[in-house]
């Protein structure tokens, strides 16, 4: 089955196994999430997207990591952002 992506291009995967490409570890990148076995940030990702650049470029400039690891980064961002934050300043 095939329902990923705009075009429909990568194959459905349920974030419960995108997420198993994301590990925190306290003693790896300060405990940031990061792609698994890699020190690449999930926020890198992230804020690579915000700014424009394309699935393709960062793929281009981070071989060995997959598309499917930049869409678990995505996955993880947006499970963190579905939950509830209170501001304590």
């Known amino acids: 089955m095939t329902t990923g992506g705009p075009r429909g291009i990568m194959p459905h995967m349920p974030d419960v196994h995108l997420l198993d490409r994301i590990s925190v570890d306290p003693a790896i990148c300060g ?16 804020g690579l997207l915000a700014e424009g650049t394309s699935v393709a470029e960062i793929l281009d400039d981070y071989p060995g990591i997959e598309e499917a690891d930049v869409r678990a980064c995505i996955a993880y961002g947006g ?4 939950g509830r934050f209170v501001d304590v300043t």
């Open 79 to 82: 499970r963190l952002a579905a």
């Open 31 to 46: 405990g940031r999430p990061r792609i698994r076995g890699h020190r690449i940030w999930m926020s890198l990702i992230l």
